[in-house]
């Protein structure tokens, strides 16, 4: 567990419906290591995105602990989870790159501007923001705003965004999941490719079980055992 | 304004029986002020006395100068005139006392000015109000002086010979009254019972002015002469409750004598009372059982016609208003005309009538 | 379900919006029928009195004197028709007017309204003369003899002359000038609840585009769709205006009462209580309100077709914005004034988000940090999609500046003329009896007096102006004055000649009042010849001092000059009494005099209970515009909620790529406080020019005569404060909803809160 890249243990989490709690994370364990990736697949309300959460500190589970890069927040240990907040933004901040399905990028910055901003936030050079919008290719699209871009297009920009802070870990909530097949094919593709390149971990919450099946490890929280 | 008047005359006044609300010289109860100053009420026993009593009596409620006029023209057309000034009490005061300042406005009396004249079937009125104590109207007795306004009747000679001018609306007079004869007084010596509880005013008359002048109606100037009546009267309360007005006469007989009758209306039946004023004779006060007076016009409204007997003196008057509306309609109507005699004796003179439902 | 019904739909699902929609109706129906009411009814009043004494004449005396009960009983007694009118004002009773019931008689017109004194005054009857007389005792009572139609044209007695009279003399132009501006203060605040309407109007129609296209899919034409819209608003409009309408004259009932003693205090002007302002005018104009506010788009097209699209350029508002200012400038009547008011609030309105966009842009592209230029952009895009209230908001602030203004200017020249009138301590009168020699010297020979006191003899009196030509002028009232000291020589003068006041004190010249100046055409240094107790005298024009409107001509002159044949109408002396006791002033005068009683004012008493009343006056048109920038103030918080809760995601993005939420509430802090900070400097001209068309403009074309302007920095920063509590209040309120987490949204169109 040790040097591992993150893993988590017993976590769990209830969301309430109406009256009714609802369990969507059971005394979930798991773990990753640099350079590998793990695909989580279920049903809608399964937790994928609870779960991507939790992990990236946006959240908080009701009961377990989560390692990351070293740092460690456990629910037991009420002290340290004061400070949580903070940490959990420094790793966000340089260590996490976080992939959504839609709007990842400020509406009011032009896609090089985004690239720009994440890479200041993660302390990064911003010298490399084009390059990596080349690199995506969308580097013409540089200038242009978000909603002058087409929806793949504004993934490669995110995609780009989150490499440019150069992460240690990516996670991506159905990164691809509003596009058309092609496209994103294509937008994982390069997902993939610089994943390998870079040697990060990566999370990616898919309901694709081809999407799924390139991970190396799959966990699949719709059938996880509910005791 | 008519009602505003009385309302506000009431207010100030302090009045607010309903039965008070009878009008300018109608039943009014005899009060304190509030500074324990009470309204004298005439009553038996009361003298005369001049020339005071020719000016204002300010500890009584109510008073009048009344001058009435039977003329003719230079054509010999009969006319009819009137003038009378009214002094209404707010407030006591006795006849000794400082009036108040004028520049406090006062309102411890209200004074009212009432001109008429009647001719050719038609019946001129005009009415003027003032508040007493600032000089807009008043009265003295020496000499004698009564103004409101520009009306005025005053003395220009001596005490014999009166001025009397009044300027009304498109209408105006302007006439000299000679005075003949002493006063008469009415009544116990000058004490005038209008009711058989002895309510009553003080009452005397001139009966014997000779009048000349100018009358202006319009645009026409008619020199008048002729003969006057006038009156004096003062009292506290005139009415008493269930009296609902006067009928009442004077009339100068063609043979020369005088005679002043009224009748007080009372719920069941009248009071009357008159004085006999025989030419050169002394004066003789006329009790109810002396004096008949019926209307000889049946209906609603005034009367226009009377019956006068004075059988004691061989008196059997047909007494008659000629043709016209004579009311004086100003705040409080009420009729007067001058009238034509017949029967017993011929005569002119002139006739009031109040209360008739006005 | 019919069709309508589906339409309202939205607004079950969004009840708040609803509830928005009426209480802005429902509120600006209120304040502008409660002003409206206000000024109608003040107006009323005026009117009401002035036409009680329409085109009547006074008679006065030829000699300056004031009538008295003497002159009536003189004048009644010569056949002349006159009616004794005593008017008294007292803190205690507000103004009283006694007349004579019984005089009145001969004014014997048949139509009762020719004889107004029958009706009330003030809310009461008039009283008998002999009332007023009572409460005049001690007071300052005035009699006038009204003299009736049919005697104003016939010969007067001598020594009587006939004169205009008016009820509400001296600050009847004041009066009215404070009703005009308080007009157009209404008209503001209509304008600015307009926008506030149109602004949550146009957000609900935004959320319910997808429905509208729904409709449309299901065959429903968009002529259709529209009819039912402008169905729908109509229905809201009038369910709300009507009891907006009621709230309104409530609202005008509760403050009539104050509102009528103060304007009564302030301006001489009676508000007559229960009179029935028309519900129609305010309906209609409401209902035209709404409507337009809410369905301008309906009728966009026409006005692009007539004025090109010009939406996203500011050349042309800008030209229209010269051009308003322009028009202000140079226009000729009070109506061309309103059209320029109106004109240069529009374009102000329409420059305004798109300056802060502009510069927000410009900034951005300045800034090399990415997270700087962010937020530029945000606030640029902030500025565009809260337009609306952002510009309601400036408006209000742009009203309130000034209306501070404003009435800080009328309170400091009321003040400044109040000074003038009351500068010393004490005033006495000088009875009409007494000889006043002895006093003066006395006063004179006191050492206390002279170090640390101040005091000066006033005769009053009138004169008669001769023109040039020879012919006999107006006349003019005249203060004389002696020793002319430093209970004047402070007074403000509009024009003068090298020390007028030393001048003055050798009697070698006058001053003149601005409306002597300003009618007369008399200008400082030129000769006037005025008739002064039979005499021709001829003096150098010293001075011109402001007069605060009062309307008759007045000549300020040593006592020294004046002839003896000058009749002293009234004589007072005002008095500082310093070191010297008041008491011991008082007791050597009395002595002095021969007499028990002496008329002695405070003034400082008298200074601090006109102040109370002004301030009264004037709480209604503060409350007005407090409570229109605290609308306008909610309505932005609330477009602000609901923009935000559409660009929220965003903010959260922020977090998501590490910042902790407290820096990016900061973010959030800085964008809104940015945001009110520039609106409330863009009100900041406007409100100025605003300041300046209704002081300058307004009240010069209206009235003839202005006041002069200020400016209150002082209040700006005031201002500055409040519009920063503005932004901190709508940057807590949005900063709550980065707490709980966000779904991406769905789609990034603009609704939605993906513009850029």
Known sequence: MVGSLLWARGLKKQFSSGNEPVSVLQDLSLQLEPGQSLALTGRSGSGKSTLLNILCGLERPDAGSVGVLGETFDTRNPEALKKAEARWGNLRRQQIGVVFQEANLMPALSLLDNVRLRARLAGQDEQDCQDWLERLGIGELANRYPDQVSGGQRQRAALAMVFAMKPALILADEPTGSLDRQTAESVIEQLFELQARHGCGLILATHDPDLASRCNRHLDLGHLPVP | ?358 | MTLLAALFSHYRRHPLQLLALAAMIVLATMLWTGVHHLTSQARASLEQSESAVAERQQVRRTDGKQVTVEDFVELRRGGLCVMPWLEVASPETGRVVGVDPLAAGCFGSTDQDDEPWRGELDGRPFVDISEAAELARGKTGELSLLVSDSDSAGVLPAGYRLAPFRVGPDTGELGDSFLLNLDALGVLVLLITALLVRSVYLLGLAQRRDSFALLHRFGVGPGRINRLLVAEILLLALVCIVPGIWFGRWLATGLGGGFGRALEGLFDQPLYAGQDGGWLVPLAIMLAVVLVACLADLLRPMARRLFGNGRRYGGFPVLVLVFGVALSIWAPGLAWLFVAVAIVFVAAGTLAPILISRLADGRARADSNPLARWRHRELSVLARRLALPLVALQFAMAMVLAVQALVTTFESTFDRWLGQRLEADFYIEIPETVDPGPALEWLSEQPELAASGMWHRVARGEATLVKTSGETGPAVDVFALGPVGPLVTGWQLFESTDEPWRALQQGKGMMVNEQLARRQDVTVGQTLTVTLGGEELNFPVLAIYPDYGRPAGEILLNVSVLPPEFVRGFQSLSVSPGDLSMEAVTHQLKALWQVEELTVRDNRAIEDLASAIFDQTFLLTRAMTALTLILAAVALLMMGWVFFSTRAWYFRLLMVWGLSRRQASAQLIRLAVSLSSIIALLALPLGVWLTWVLVHRINPLAFGWSLPMAVYPGFWLELGVLSLLIGLSIALLMSRQLKSPKSAPVNANAPAGGER
């Not at chain 2, 406005?105 to 003027?128: I, K, N, T």
């Not at chain 2, 007080?264 to 006999?276: H, I, K, M, V, Y």
């Not at chain 2, 059982?289 to 019956?307: F, K």
Request: aromatic share 12%; hydrophobic share 40%; net charge negative.
């Open chain 2, 1 to 358: 304004m008519r009602r505003w008047f009385l309302l506000m005359l009431l207010a100030l006044a302090g009045c607010s029986e309903p039965e008070q609300q009878a009008g300018f010289a109608g039943l009014a109860g005899v009060a304190e002020n509030e500074s324990g100053v009470p309204f004298l009420q005439p009553g038996p026993g009361d003298r005369l006395s001049f020339p005071e009593d020719f000016g204002p009596h300010p500890q009584h409620r109510i008073e009048w100068w009344y001058l009435t006029a039977n003329l003719q023209t230079e054509g010999g057309e009969p006319l009819g005139l009137q003038w009378t000034q009214f002094r209404q009490a707010i407030t006591p005061r006795p006849t000794n006392a400082e009036p108040p300042e004028a520049n406090t406005w006062p309102l411890e009396a209200a004074w009212m000015a009432h001109a008429a004249v009647s001719f050719d079937s038609q019946h001129y009125f005009g009415e003027r109000l003032a508040r007493g104590d600032i000089g807009h109207a008043g009265a003295s007795a020496e000499p004698l002086t009564v103004w409101l306004d520009d009306w005025r009747l005053e003395a220009a000679s001596g005490n014999e010979s009166w001025r009397l001018q009044v300027a009304a609306d498109g209408w105006s007079y302007d006439l000299s009254l000679r005075v003949k004869g002493e006063p008469v007084a009415h009544g116990d010596n000058g004490f005038s019972a209008k009711s058989a509880d002895g309510e009553g005013s003080m009452y005397f008359s001139l009966v014997d002015l000779q009048i000349d002048g100018t009358v202006t109606l319009g645009d026409q100037t008619l020199e008048v002469t002729g003969k006057g009546w006038f009156d004096r009267e003062w009292s506290s309360q005139f009415l008493k409750a269930g009296q609902q007005g006067w009928d009442w006469f004077a009339l100068h007989l063609d043979s020369g004598d005088k005679l002043m009758a009224f009748r007080l209306r009372e719920s069941d039946g009248a009071f009357r009372a008159g004085t006999w004023i025989a030419d050169n004779g002394k004066p003789v006060a006329l009790g109810a059982d002396q004096l008949r007076i019926a209307p000889l016009t049946e209906g609603d409204g005034y009367p226009r016609a009377w019956q006068l007997a004075v059988p004691d003196f061989g008196l059997n008057l047909e007494v008659a208003a000629p043709a016209g509306d004579y009311r004086n309609t100003g705040l409080f109507p009420y009729w007067e005309s001058p009238v034509s005699v017949s029967g017993s004796h011929d005569g002119v003179g002139y006739m009031e009538l109040t209360g008739y439902g006005e």
